[in-house]
């Protein structure tokens, strides 16, 4: 049973468009939700969260957007640069502290 | 600030083998994670560290893996013995402390693949 999902295993976007990653989520008790950036051979990078309490969080080209009532979040590139080009996880977290991740998708940034 | 280290970086070994990851954490972070990766999925946590006690090891297949963090520092995966399933990438985590309503932002290491023949 997946719990955070992320449908789209790839997505292609020009340099300088938007990239629109999204994140659905099955479980009402995350109470916030984080995004990580993984290049090949490194770790996961924390890149951007939100509190469920709030429905926008934007940080420089990187904002996210919460819908409670969908259970979806998305994050939005603006503008897109092939520096960008990576896998994005969505994550989330409830009270236990751990953090339960989608499956990725991976944003290919084509100059 | 130095990150999460983690070594090595790469590891083959058969099937039935036993072999044993290292993780040391950033410095002065109260909680240590390790997960496994497998290709095309999202890290799954395997178990939780705060401090030198486990905080949760649901997931950990006990059978076949141990973890320990002996100081409250370095930790250490074992899997004693490997099966093909286990070819994963290892990463460890770390944060600085548990922090209830918090993003428990976690930093991750560069991980250990591993290849089981």
């Known amino acids: 049973d997946q719990q955070v999902k992320q449908n789209s295993p790839s997505l292609s976007v020009q340099e300088g468009r938007i990239s629109i990653l999204n994140c659905d989520y099955t479980n009402s008790m995350f109470d916030y939700f984080l995004w990580y950036k993984k290049y090949p051979a490194e770790g996961p990078t924390f890149l951007i969260s939100?509190?469920?309490?709030?429905d926008k969080n934007e940080d420089g080209r990187f904002t996210v957007f919460l819908n409670k009532s969908a259970k979806h979040l998305s994050l939005h590139i603006v503008p897109s640069q092939p520096g960008d080009s990576a896998v994005y996880f969505c994550?989330?977290?409830?009270?236990?502290?751990?953090?339960?991740f989608g499956k990725g998708t991976k944003l290919s940034v084509i100059p | 600030e130095a990150g999460v280290a983690q070594s090595p970086r790469y590891k083959i070994i058969e099937k039935r083998q036993s072999v044993a990851f290292w993780c040391n954490p950033i410095?002065?972070?109260?909680?240590l994670y390790w997960y496994q990766q497998i290709l095309g999925q999202g890290p799954k946590l395997l178990i939780q560290?705060?401090?030198?006690?486990?905080?949760?090891d649901s997931q950990l297949p006990k059978d076949r893996f141990s973890a320990e963090r002996l100081k409250g520092v370095d930790s250490t995966l074992k899997i004693q013995p490997a099966k093909l399933e286990d070819s994963a990438v290892y990463l460890c985590?770390?944060?600085?402390?548990?922090?209830?309503?918090?993003?428990?932002?976690?930093?991750f290491g560069p991980g250990t693949r591993l290849t089981v023949l």
């Open positions: 410095s002065g972070h109260a909680t």
């Open positions: 994550a989330a977290v409830a009270g236990s502290y751990q953090l339960t």
């Open positions: 985590a770390s944060s600085p402390r548990l922090e209830a309503g918090g993003s428990n932002e976690q930093f």
């Open positions: 939100i509190s469920s309490i709030k």
């Open positions: 560290f705060q401090n030198n006690g486990v905080v949760d």
